[in-house]
T-cell receptor, first 112, second 115 residues
Framework: DQQVKQNSPSLSVQEGRISILNCDYT??????FLWYKKYPAEGPTFLIS?????DKNEDGRFTVFLNKSAKHLSLHIVPSQPGDSAVYFC???????????FGSGTQLTVLP | ETGVTQSPTHLIKTRGQQVTLRCSSQ?????VSWYQQALGQGPQFIFQ???????GRGNFPPRFSGLQFPNYSSELNVNALELDDSALYLC??????????????FGPGTRLTVT
C-alpha cells in the first residue's frame, strides 16, 4: 500500500513558467513533509520541507503548500529554469525515528 | 564539510552470494539510514542506526542487516542475494534533534546488480 503517491511520472514546463508538482498521502500520522531533488548518478538532495502545523513554506523560487484536509501537498517552482530539470520526490515522516516514506517521483523537464 | 560517501559505486553479484556496502556519514551526523531504490520507484526505507544501535526497520527480511561504527560510518549487509535485490542502495545521514532530524543527506548510492 503506497502511503505517499506522486501520480504524475513526468512534467514538462517552459523556462520562466511555473512548475507545479503534486503529492498525495494516506497516513494521517504523517506530520512532516519534504521535497527532494535527484539528478542522475547523484543521491537525492533536500530541497524544502513543511511541518503539519503550517500550510505554506517558501524558500526563494520554491514554495510548498500543504492541505491537510485533502492530504495533499504541492511544490511550486517560479520561475522554472533548465537547471531545475530533475526527478522530484515527495517524502513524509510521522515518527520520532525520522523514517522517510517516499513517493515514486516526478521527472520535471524545463524546456529552454 | 565532507558529504556522505558510499562504496563501491557499482557491484555485480551472483544469486545466493553475500554483499557488504559501506557508507561514511556527513561530518557530525550521528544517525544513518539505508534505503533501497528500485528502478522507477522512490527510495524505500530499510533501517536506521543511531549511536551504533538499530533504531527502526522497514519491511525488509532479516537477511538485510547493518552495523554502525563509533565514527558513525555504517555497513549494509545482504545475505543470500536474490534477483529482486538488484537496486540502487542509498545511505543517508542526519543530525539528532529538532527539525534537523527529518532532513537527511544522501550519498550517491551503490548500484547493485544480482545475476
Amino acid at each position: 500500500d503506497q502511503q505517499v503517491k506522486q501520480n504524475s511520472p513526468s512534467l514538462s514546463v517552459q523556462e520562466g513558467r511555473i512548475s507545479i508538482l503534486n503529492c498525495d498521502y494516506t497516513n494521517s500520522m504523517f506530520d512532516y513533509f519534504l521535497w527532494y531533488k535527484k539528478y542522475p548518478a547523484e543521491g537525492p538532495t533536500f530541497l524544502i520541507s513543511i511541518s503539519s502545523i503550517k500550510d505554506k513554506n517558501e524558500d526563494g523560487r520554491f514554495t510548498v503548500f500543504l492541505n491537510k484536509s485533502a492530504k495533499h501537498l504541492s511544490l511550486h517552482i517560479v520561475p522554472s529554469q533548465p537547471g531545475d530539470s530533475a526527478v522530484y520526490f515527495c517524502a513524509a515522516s510521522g515518527d520520532a525515528k525520522r523514517q522517510l516514506t517516499f513517493g515514486s517521483g516526478t521527472q520535471l523537464t524545463v524546456l529552454p | 564539510e565532507t558529504g556522505v560517501t558510499q562504496s563501491p559505486t557499482h557491484l555485480i553479484k551472483t544469486r545466493g552470494q553475500q554483499v557488504t556496502l559501506r557508507c561514511s556519514s556527513q561530518s557530525g551526523h550521528n544517525t544513518v539510514s539505508w534505503y533501497q531504490q528500485a528502478l522507477g520507484q522512490g527510495p524505500q526505507f530499510i533501517f536506521q542506526y543511531y549511536r551504533e544501535e538499530e533504531n527502526g526497520r522497514g519491511n525488509f527480511p532479516p537477511r538485510f542487516s547493518g552495523l554502525q561504527f563509533p565514527n558513525y560510518s555504517s555497513e549494509l549487509n545482504v545475505n543470500a542475494l536474490e534477483l529482486d535485490d538488484s537496486a540502487l542502495y542509498l545511505c543517508a545521514s542526519s543530525l539528532d534533534g529538532g527539525r534537523a532530524r527529518y532532513e537527511q543527506y544522501f550519498g550517491p548510492g551503490t548500484r547493485l546488480t544480482v545475476t
